[in-house]
């Protein structure tokens, strides 16, 4: 099955700097890709996504980038602020029958002021 | 707000004990997921259930089992609870066909004591 490594656990930032979070997978079928925003207690919610027939998708202050061939994405955050502070989940899905979603461990990103 | 409603949102029960947690998913969407969130497993697919039908299972328990009724709305229940399956029980819905992003709810949070 599907295997997703997301790194790092932990992210530091001062205010106004940016964020890079990285991921791979390990099914070369998946074609979708997924990232989550999970603020303490609260549920995971969709900032952004990125299909395999793209290669970067921006949204504001977040970007994805994907690399198909080297099977990894990334999630960019420019000008961060302190509300961004939360943990963020990156996700592959195949599309094969199903629509699951294989989750990474996930990042913890402290925005500092 | 994500449309998707989850009930209880906490649940204190013992050991060897069955519950059932229930979820309605957004107006239109056909397809639910259940997801366990734990500290040690971070979030993992359960099963999924498209208009009504099983259509995929993950690391669900034997214990465990789920259904979606004609109105759409699905509940998981868990049965012979053991002190591991605290959690975060997420649901999320998607819509059918091209439709890929996923929408969680609010989650029920389980103790087993």
């Known amino acids: 099955g599907e295997n997703v490594e997301q790194h790092p656990s932990t992210l530091s930032v001062q205010e106004g700097d940016s964020a890079v979070i990285k991921c791979t997978y390990s099914?070369?079928?998946?074609?979708?890709f997924p990232w989550y925003k999970q603020e303490l207690g609260k549920r995971p919610q969709l900032i952004i996504d990125?299909?395999?027939?793209?290669g970067e998708k921006k949204d504001q202050r977040i970007a994805v980038t994907l690399n198909k061939t080297a099977k990894h994405f990334s999630l960019h955050i420019t000008e961060t602020q302190p509300e961004d502070s939360a943990v963020y989940f990156c996700?592959?899905?195949?599309?094969?029958?199903?629509?699951?979603?294989?989750f990474g461990k996930g990042t913890k990103l402290s925005v500092i002021p | 707000d994500s449309g998707v409603t989850q009930t209880p949102k906490h649940l204190i029960t013992a050991t060897g004990q069955r519950v059932t947690l229930r979820c309605s998913p957004r107006?239109?969407?056909?397809?639910v997921y259940w997801y366990q969130q734990s500290l040690d497993q971070g979030l993992q697919f359960l099963i999924q259930?498209?208009?009504?039908?099983?259509?995929a299972k993950g690391n669900i328990l034997e214990r465990f089992s789920a259904q979606q009724f004609p109105d759409l709305h699905s509940e998981l229940n868990l049965s012979s609870l053991e002190l591991g399956d605290s959690a975060l029980y997420f649901c999320?819905?998607?819509?059918?066909?091209?439709?890929?992003?996923?929408?969680f709810g609010p989650g029920t949070r389980l103790t087993v004591l």
């Open positions: 259930y498209y208009n009504g039908e099983e259509r």
């Open positions: 999320a819905s998607s819509v059918a066909g091209s439709g890929r992003e996923q929408f």
């Open positions: 990125i299909r395999s027939n793209v």
């Open positions: 107006s239109g969407d056909l397809s």
């Open positions: 099914d070369s079928a998946s074609n979708y």
């Open positions: 996700a592959a899905s195949s599309g094969a029958g199903s629509y699951q979603l294989t």
